[in-house]
């Protein structure tokens, strides 16, 4: 089956640094690309969709300065997280549509997602 | 805006016992509907999921979800659980023709041995 991966699926750092997590699907090409944040014990919140080329969709609340996502090819999107405070440590998960996929079988596939830890 | 509503947030179980976790969504028009499974330590993975057709959709490892549009439920139910069925379960739906996901805020099961 389709594999998205994520890198680094762990990440400590002080505050005020900026950290970049990737994305990216393995065995397809994705033209669409999400990011979700996961609170413990909560659901996934959509914070962007990232399309190939052109940029990101942002959610209502999310900021789009300190959340930047570029999907600059058909297999990676990267999600950096600028300036970051210990308030944006949370659980970082993308997923990613297959651009050959029919629609009637249209599924995204997560990747394992990435913990940020702001000290 | 369409919400999904999963109103089991921990479920406990023994083996061998049935399983039946609600989800309930608001939206009048055309939806897809999904159930993820996210097992302790890894990532979400797609239990089952209904576009169309039969309403009563079998997914993996003995799961199956029944959809009543009356009632705007997607539920998901399996009828004899393992221990290794120990997850975390979301409940998501796309509609009105988006393929963006509307997710439920999951429902926790432990299934004792």
């Known amino acids: 089956g389709a594999v998205v991966s994520q890198h680094p699926s762990r990440v400590i750092c002080k505050s005020g640094t900026s950290v970049k997590i990737e994305c990216r699907s393995l065995?397809?090409?994705?033209?669409?690309m999400f990011w979700y944040r996961q609170f413990p014990k909560q659901s996934l919140m959509l914070m962007a969709t990232?399309?190939?080329?052109?940029?990101?969709?942002?959610e209502q609340g999310v900021e789009k300065d300190k959340f930047l996502i570029n999907h600059a090819s058909l297999t990676l999107s990267t999600l950096t997280v600028t300036s970051a405070h210990p308030e944006d440590s949370s659980f970082y998960i993308c997923?990613?549509?297959?651009?050959?996929?029919?629609?009637?079988?249209?599924?995204?596939?997560f990747g394992p997602g990435t913990r940020l830890t702001v000290l | 805006a369409q919400s999904v509503s999963q109103h089991n947030h921990h479920v406990i179980l023994s083996e061998a016992a049935s399983l039946e976790l609600g989800c309930n969504y608001s939206?009048?028009?055309?939806?897809?509907l999904f159930w993820y499974v996210q097992y302790p330590g890894q990532h979400l993975q797609l239990l089952l999921k209904?576009?169309?057709?039969?309403?009563l959709v079998k997914g993996i490892k003995g799961f199956e979800a029944e959809f009543i549009k009356s009632k705007f439920s997607f539920n998901l139910r399996k009828p004899s659980v393992q221990w290794s069925d120990t997850a975390e379960y979301f409940c998501?739906?796309?509609?009105?023709?988006?393929?963006?996901?509307?997710f439920g805020r999951g429902t926790s099961l432990i299934v004792h041995p």
């Open positions: 997923s990613a549509r297959d651009r050959g996929a029919p629609v009637s079988t249209d599924t995204q596939y």
């Open positions: 065995d397809f090409q994705a033209t669409t």
């Open positions: 990232s399309n190939e080329g052109s940029k990101a969709t942002y």
């Open positions: 939206y009048g028009g055309t939806v897809n």
């Open positions: 209904y576009f169309s057709g039969d309403p």
């Open positions: 998501a739906v796309n509609a009105g023709g988006s393929y963006i996901p509307t």
